[in-house]
């Protein structure tokens, strides 16, 4: 077994006399793919089953046949994958074989938007817009249109761009992409209507496109061409398309096009990883194949060569739960191992202790931490996992790349406890202050100074020495009110009043009433204008307050952020650069496409994960236990799926009970052993 899971790890061999012996090199099922004959195909690679082994070799099989180089095709969703896929083709046929056409979809759509760009209106050196540069435009135009972005709460440009974006990859109107996630903005449909029209012209005047345009701008180009379509018709004898799972519709009907002619179209993917809808991605691309394509031919690759029997037999029991989807059963390659383990904790606290007890101990048997990943549905349920790798110097890196307490907003909202708790704290009057529109740098510094001289009040306080000043955050506000500048005067009035609420003494010292005030005083609308992750952020915010409650004092809470703030393990040995020996933290949807020796899935808790709002609807319902089935296959040797039986208020509010996320009721209890954490 050993060996044969060795020879599966997609590592090229080389040509043997020039010719490759398919049959010894791959899997009778991975076989059967390479080799199809002509006419389309769906080849559904199950996880670890080998899916870049069977594109690279089906790609070496058609050029042995005698296919031209330039008649094939080669679409993927990275550069990267598209270089290793061409170089170990190279590898397997000789240096000399190149796929000319082989690359993203966006790097495809530019090459041939820069051969016939005039057709479309634009010069062949039209410029491809940044994200920086797209958004900077958009903002023009919103200018231009004369919408009072003020009174109407409009987003910035930043969070017009997404929305914009996700209205092109899903073919839809603007309204049809407010209304199924901007919600809150939906009263503003005709003013962003007017924008992205003003958007379109502004980009063709200038000969621009952005990173949309590359894949809106090819298709148009190829309906309405008919010259140029039926060029690349004929062309294009064999198109290959990898993770087809997440092709938007967009990228659907250019293969679809593309391939009209000769029909040759063999798409790779896994519909059971399927987890990207929210960024335009549509599942019903590869479940609707054999329906578009009446005659395709369906080859299931499922023998996994990554995890153990055990861990396997978990991940099917998982997907078999879902209704829409390819019937398929992982198979195991490798010899038997641990069943996964159910660790059933007190709280979330208790949850942390076990995962990095577990990892020290993983590590004195050998395993390196590099080798193990936390994974979770969201960015808030690994905020007492960070405090306890950090109190441990257990070291770690974290795929988001901003640790928890380090986010914006949570900046911004504690900057609102630091001022109230020192009325001195320059820095947190500046950040909060530059959160107000018409307010910048220079603005805050000017500001300054009358804040600083006006928190100086009369002492009234008998606990108090009578030679210590009583500082006031609304004192202050109110000496330097006349200073501010006419078209933020609204803005700060709210600030003010948000502050002189929060300094009373019935919001004082309660610390998660004063966050929750914070948002409700104004800062939720400035998230949906901000970020187009808003519920995210919301849900960071509300875990904030929900952690604050385990402190007597914003002074106690201050205290302790400030120590768990710097996140970095102090170390004895010089630092590291690299993430050679940290415990990978991340988010599912950024893990997908690894594997980790070691998988701890924490936070499995209803409501957290499946998220509150996917269980509403059952098609979100399913992408969700897809999510869930992506990260129990990232393990290969042992898996860990952990959550919280309780969540404690330690103010007096009472405890919780938390219920275990339906992904693990669901399982039969054959497939995992259960451990309660004492």
């Known amino acids: 077994m050993a060996k044969a899971y060795q020879l599966n790890r997609d590592i090229p061999r080389p040509p043997r006399q020039g010719q490759i012996d398919y049959r010894a090199e791959l899997n009778s099922q991975q076989y059967a793919a390479v080799t199809s004959p002509k006419g389309p195909a769906l080849v559904i690679a199950g996880a670890g089953a080998g899916k870049t082994r069977t594109l690279t070799y089906r790609v070496a099989y058609l050029l042995e046949q005698g296919v031209a180089a330039d008649r094939i095709l080669l679409l993927t969703f990275t550069n990267k994958?598209?270089?290793?896929?061409?170089?170990?083709?190279?590898?397997?046929?000789?240096?000399?074989?190149?796929?000319?056409?082989?690359?993203?979809?966006?790097?495809?759509?530019?090459?041939?938007?820069?051969?016939?760009?005039?057709?479309?209106?634009?010069?062949?050196?039209?410029?491809?817009?940044?994200?920086?540069?797209?958004?900077?435009?958009?903002?023009?135009?919103?200018?231009?249109?004369?919408?009072?972005?003020?009174?109407?709460?409009?987003?910035?440009?930043?969070?017009?761009?997404?929305?914009?974006?996700?209205?092109?990859?899903?073919?839809?109107?603007?309204?049809?992409?407010?209304?199924?996630?901007?919600?809150?903005?939906?009263?503003?449909?005709?003013?962003?209507?007017?924008?992205?029209?003003?958007?379109?012209?502004?980009?063709?005047?200038?000969?621009?496109?952005?990173?949309?345009?590359?894949?809106?701008?090819?298709?148009?180009?190829?309906?309405?061409?008919?010259?140029?379509?039926?060029?690349?018709?004929?062309?294009?004898?064999?198109?290959?398309?990898?993770?087809?799972?997440?092709?938007?519709?967009?990228?659907?009907?250019?293969?679809?096009?593309?391939?009209?002619?000769?029909?040759?179209?063999?798409?790779?993917?896994?519909?059971?990883?399927?987890?990207?809808?929210?960024?335009?991605?549509?599942?019903?691309?590869?479940?609707?194949?054999?329906?578009?394509?009446q005659e395709a031919k369906v080859h299931k690759i499922e023998t996994n060569y990554r995890s153990t029997p055990q861990i396997l037999a978990l991940a099917n029991a998982v997907i078999g739960s879902n209704q829409h989807q390819f019937s398929k059963v992982l198979t195991p390659a490798r010899s038997e191992g641990m069943r996964p383990m159910q660790v059933i904790t007190n709280d979330a606290h208790e949850q942390a202790m076990f995962v990095a007890q577990k990892a020290l101990e993983l590590?004195?048997?050998?395993?390196?931490?590099?080798?193990?990943?936390?994974?979770?549905?969201?960015?808030?349920?690994?905020?007492?996992?960070?405090?306890?790798?950090?109190?441990?110097?257990?070291?770690?890196?974290?795929?988001?790349?901003?640790?928890?307490?380090?986010?914006?907003?949570?900046?911004?909202?504690?900057a609102y406890i630091k001022l109230l708790s020192n009325p001195a704290d320059e820095l947190s009057f500046k950040r909060l202050v530059k959160l107000l529109p018409g307010i910048g740098t220079r603005g805050a510094d000017k500001l300054w100074q009358p804040f600083q001289s006006g928190i100086v009040t009369e002492n009234s306080s008998q606990a108090e020495p009578s030679w210590l000043p009583t500082l006031s955050v609304t004192s202050g506000l109110k000496a330097c009110a006349s200073k501010v500048p006419k078209k933020s005067f609204a803005a700060w009035e709210q600030f003010q009043f948000t502050l002189e609420q929060m300094e009373s003494p019935a919001l004082a010292q309660d610390v998660p009433a004063l966050i929750q005030h914070v948002l409700d005083a104004g800062y939720e609308d400035y998230l949906k204008t901000e970020f187009s992750n808003y519920r995210n952020r919301l849900e960071d915010l509300q875990q904030l307050a929900h952690y604050a409650e385990g402190f007597e004092t914003p002074e106690d809470f201050l205290t302790q952020l400030a120590l768990e703030t710097d996140m970095e393990p102090a170390r004895s040995q010089p630092e590291q650069t690299d993430d050679e020996a940290r415990i990978k933290l991340s988010t599912?949807?950024?893990?997908?496409?690894?594997?980790?020796?070691?998988?701890?899935?924490?936070?499995?808790?209803?409501?957290?994960?499946?998220?509150?709002?996917?269980?509403?609807?059952?098609?979100?319902?399913?992408?969700?236990?897809?999510?869930?089935?992506?990260?129990?296959?990232?393990?290969?040797?042992?898996?860990?799926?952990?959550?919280?039986?309780?969540?404690?208020?330690?103010?007096?509010?009472?405890?919780?009970?938390?219920?275990?996320?339906?992904?693990?009721?669901?399982?039969?209890p054959e497939v995992f052993e259960e451990l309660r954490v004492q």
């Not at 549905?377 to 996992?385: G, I, V």
């Not at 897809?626 to 007096?652: H, I, K, N, S, W």
Request: proline share 2%; with cysteine; aromatic share 10%.
């Open 81 to 293: 994958a598209a270089r290793e896929m061409m170089q170990r083709v190279a590898e397997l046929l000789g240096e000399h074989t190149q796929i000319h056409w082989g690359g993203t979809f966006h790097s495809i759509g530019a090459r041939m938007l820069r051969r016939h760009a005039e057709r479309l209106g634009y010069q062949a050196d039209f410029t491809i817009m940044d994200r920086e540069d797209a958004t900077q435009l958009l903002g023009a135009c919103v200018s231009s249109a004369g919408i009072d972005v003020k009174s109407t709460r409009f987003p910035k440009a930043k969070v017009l761009a997404d929305i914009l974006s996700l209205t092109a990859n899903r073919q839809c109107s603007v309204e049809d992409t407010l209304e199924a996630q901007y919600p809150y903005f939906s009263h503003l449909v005709d003013e962003m209507t007017q924008v992205e029209s003003a958007y379109k012209q502004r980009k063709l005047e200038n000969h621009m496109m952005d990173f949309d345009d590359l894949l809106c701008r090819w298709l148009e180009l190829l309906k309405q061409e008919t010259d140029i379509r039926e060029r690349y018709q004929d062309q294009f004898q064999f198109l290959l398309v990898d993770e087809y799972q997440d092709t938007n519709r967009i990228q659907s009907d250019l293969v679809d096009l593309l391939g009209a002619k000769h029909q040759n179209v063999m798409v790779v993917g896994d519909d059971s990883q399927s987890i990207y809808s929210w960024r335009g991605a549509h599942f019903a691309n590869i479940l609707d194949f054999p329906k578009r394509y």
């Open 363 to 414: 590590r004195e048997e050998g395993i390196e931490l590099s080798e193990m990943a936390i994974l979770y549905r969201s960015h808030f349920h690994a905020m007492e996992l960070q405090m306890e790798l950090t109190s441990r110097n257990i070291p770690f890196s974290i795929t988001s790349g901003i640790r928890f307490f380090e986010q914006a907003h949570i900046k911004d909202v504690t």
């Open 588 to 668: 599912i949807h950024q893990a997908k496409g690894l594997e980790f020796k070691v998988v701890f899935v924490i936070m499995l808790c209803e409501g957290l994960f499946p998220s509150e709002r996917s269980v509403e609807f059952d098609e979100a319902q399913e992408e969700e236990r897809r999510l869930f089935y992506v990260a129990t296959t990232r393990a290969m040797d042992e898996l860990y799926l952990c959550y919280p039986l309780m969540r404690f208020t330690q103010r007096g509010n009472g405890d919780f009970m938390q219920r275990p996320s339906r992904f693990l009721t669901e399982l039969p």
